[in-house]
């Protein structure tokens, strides 16, 4: 496994990371075992993987929890957990997006206790609620890292202007965007600025949501209650134009003798500004084969090749 430095801080995190939004995600995902979830992040600990991401809404709090209880298996100096906040759930089931000091410091003190940390490596502000400055939510997050209780700041889902305006002090250290060989729009603002201000660039839904394992067919359907239903990525026309797209991509991985998925993943660890990448899944199995992600590395006429292929998409 290789590692890098977070930017910004003295993290050191696994290029491959772990996404957890079916460990416990109740909430996102339709008959989900708790139990080969923890084996998930058991397995990515044991080989290498060291950056867990997580979120509060995962699950209501259940992700953080299973987590946790992995965590307690290992020596946590060697690890780099990050979760996020701003989701505000209540017991009716309906979710707000808040982003106020006072409900964020309430949040990381509520991560913690799930995940029975002391402090929590990197904590992103999940979602902007549209009405909280930056300056009075961003401050609370950099207060939290003066007490010790989170080690380095983030953002996700966030538009340049946004970044901007929660930048502002340089208290982010990374943004946690869509990012993947069939959605490229983060290269046009988001990961520039980032380089440029020295930011890490984490891509979520690094294997377009599953679009990249390479097993949806032009008759898949998701289940009704999929959360993925709502990416346009699956949709109608566009649906079965990146079926097209990632057969050609299938051909290139058995070219570089590495399943689609990785393929995947190492062209995001080829991208300039890029630091690690987080897959999810829901068994050990798939944490074995993406690891290997990490070890792959292209050629400029390869690159150059896969541009060409997704660009025709």
């Keep these: 496994m290789k590692y890098t430095t977070?930017?910004?801080?003295?993290?050191?995190?696994s290029v491959i990371g772990l996404g957890t939004n079916a460990v416990g995600g109740h909430n996102l995902f339709q008959n989900l075992s708790e139990e080969n979830g923890k084996d998930f992040v058991r397995e990515a600990l044991n080989i290498g993987v060291n950056f867990i991401d997580t979120a509060d809404i995962y699950g209501l709090g259940r992700s953080e929890e299973l987590v946790g209880e992995v965590l307690k298996e290992f020596k946590r100096d060697d690890l780099l957990i990050a979760t996020k906040g701003a989701q505000h759930w209540s017991s009716d089931g309906s979710v707000k997006t808040d982003n106020r000091p006072e409900y964020l410091r309430q949040a990381v003190e509520k991560s913690l206790q799930r995940m029975q940390l002391d402090y929590v490596d990197l904590y992103y502000l999940h979602f902007p609620d549209q009405v909280t400055p930056f300056a009075e939510s961003i401050g609370e997050l950099a207060r939290l890292k003066e007490e010790g209780k989170i080690r380095a700041i983030g953002i996700s889902n966030v538009s340049l202007e946004q970044l901007k305006e929660a930048n502002i002090h340089d208290d982010i250290s990374v943004l946690q965007s869509p990012y993947n060989m069939l959605d490229r729009s983060a290269e046009a603002e988001l990961l520039p600025y980032c380089i440029e201000n020295n930011i890490s660039f984490i891509p979520y839904g690094p294997l377009a949501f599953g679009l990249l394992g390479g097993s949806f067919t032009k008759d898949s359907k998701l289940d009704t209650q999929d959360w993925r239903n709502s990416v346009p990525l699956f949709q109608g026309d566009q649906f079965q134009q990146i079926l097209k797209t990632v057969d050609k991509l299938k051909e290139m991985a058995t070219q570089k003798e590495t399943p689609l998925p990785n393929l995947a993943l190492a062209w995001l660890l080829a991208q300039k500004g890029v630091d690690s990448?987080?897959?999810?899944?829901?068994?050990?199995?798939?944490i074995r084969e993406n690891v290997q992600a990490s070890e792959i590395s292209f050629s400029k006429e390869e690159l150059n090749i896969i541009n060409d292929i997704l660009n025709n998409n």
């Design 6 to 13: 977070l930017k910004k801080s003295n993290l050191e995190a």
């Design 277 to 286: 990448v987080i897959p999810g899944g829901k068994r050990k199995e798939r």
